[in-house]
């Protein structure tokens, strides 16, 4: 019987003593609902891929969806809630920051260098450490959301502009926007080695993953180091 679980611990301790430090992230929530459930999706299938995921949600998204909610939805996520005061995240600990739900509000203190909160810190840092962004623009979308139709806000050109102006100047800061649904793809490409030839990038450990991958993208190649390893489950797919 596959047990997910365990195979992930499995993979997690033998990258560990190859000296192959795991992929970990944070991802930030702020107080928004656009693209809310697609992003659980989208964290659950990074998961999948390896990634060590951390959630921090805003005090607004703490208000909208509570904290025992949200603690439920994220089971097997290490979350944590800006509203703790005792809340300690160190940025060098990650290699990439998303925030699968932006919200036009967060954007635009984002794109005047606001960091008041510590949720607005940890994006200010991550940019000036150059650390890969991405954030879901599916909550700052121009439009408003009302039993399930959308409709452009009534708001003049100038104002419309102005706004869509924050969202280019954090695109400019080095923030990858994209919908929500893509955000794992968009994750996945970023870490990704580029080479010349797909499947030339020598690796040291192959996983169930590696296999699906290649399979997906068409090369069907798997490069592995001289000593490296295959996990169990990567035979089993590629048999």
């Known amino acids: 019987m596959y047990d997910a679980g365990l195979t992930e611990k499995i ?9 192959m430090p795991p992929k970990r992230a944070l991802a930030l929530f702020s107080g928004g609902t656009g693209g809310f459930e697609t992003a659980g999706e989208q964290l659950s299938l990074l998961k999948e891929e390896g990634w060590l995921i951390d959630v921090l949600f805003t005090n607004a998204a703490e208000k909208i969806h509570t904290a025992k909610t949200l603690a439920k939805k994220f089971d097997g996520f290490q979350v944590f ?34 960091s008041d ?21 599916d909550a700052c979308r121009m439009c408003a959301v009302n039993q399930q139709e959308e409709r452009p806000i009534p708001a003049s050109a100038a104002y419309r502009s102005m706004l869509e102006g924050y969202l ?10 994209v919908p929500c649904s893509e955000l794992e793809k968009t994750v996945m490409a970023a870490i990704r080695p580029q ?45």
């Open 117 to 137: 909160t510590p949720a607005l810190y940890l994006v200010s840092r991550a940019l000036m450490d150059g650390m890969p962004v991405m954030a879901a623009k």
């Open 168 to 177: 280019e100047r954090i695109v400019t800061f080095g923030v990858k926007l």
């Open 195 to 239: 080479a010349g030839v797909p499947g030339n990038t020598k690796k040291r450990i192959v996983t169930k993953e590696d296999v699906v991958r290649a399979s997906k993208d068409g090369s069907g190649r798997i490069v592995m180091e001289q000593n490296g390893c295959v996990t169990m489950y990567a035979r089993e797919i590629a048999q």
């Open 81 to 114: 809630f800006e509203s703790d005061l005792q809340l300690r995240l160190h940025p060098e600990e990650y290699s990439l920051l998303m925030i699968p739900v932006l919200t036009m509000n967060m954007a635009v203190k984002i794109a005047l260098g606001i």
């Open 11 to 19: 993979i997690q301790e033998v990258m560990k003593r190859l000296g």
